[in-house]
């Protein structure tokens, strides 16, 4: 049994389906790193919190369906979800998600953002650096401010708000 290993970067033998050996940089070998490299995502948040992403604090698990929500965030603070797929944000982050998805499309202001931020001083700057990573964690366009999908938009000197629907989000 061949291991796979991102050095050789082979397909297991273990995979279902025929061996295969990707050519160097081919999209069949991006998307299988990509997918190993998710894997063993999954595998850190589970030994690091100790549940499976899908799970609420209290081990309960949410359900993804197939309907027009897009982003789903859990009341808790312990999960956010784009469509079937994990979010990683965390603690202010989410709670600045939270606060956008109250309200979708409708800005909010920046000092109603502040009062989530525990310093005193750069307040405006650490906002920034919270939107800029809540925004990294959506897919591509998504995490684009400047693309007409972008997530977060930037309203000059007022605030931010949620590019959806009321009914594209969903706070269980």
Not at 3 to 30: C, D, H, I
Not at 32 to 57: C, H
Not at 105 to 120: C, T
Request: aromatic share 10%; no cysteine; charged share 25%.
């Amino acid at each position: 049994m061949r291991v796979a290993t991102v050095r050789n970067l082979r397909f297991s033998e273990s995979f279902p389906g025929s061996y295969m050996e990707p050519s160097k940089n081919s999209t069949l070998q991006k998307r299988w790193i990509g997918g190993v490299l998710m894997a063993v995502l999954r595998q850190m948040v589970e030994i690091f919190f100790g549940r499976n992403p899908s799970t609420n604090r209290n081990g309960v698990e949410l359900k993804v369906s197939k309907t027009s929500v897009k982003l789903r965030l859990a009341r808790d603070g312990s999960m956010a979800h784009w469509g079937d797929q994990f979010l990683p944000v965390r603690g202010k982050q989410f709670d600045i998600l939270h606060k956008l998805a109250r309200r979708p499309g409708e800005i909010v202001l920046h000092g109603d953002l502040y009062g989530i931020i525990d310093s005193e001083y750069h307040k405006d700057h650490l906002l920034r650096q919270y939107i800029a990573s809540i925004r990294k964690a959506f897919p591509s366009p998504y995490s684009d401010p400047h693309h007409q999908n972008g997530i977060i938009k930037t309203r000059q000197m007022e605030g931010y708000y949620l590019n959806l629907s009321s009914d594209q989000v969903e706070i269980v």
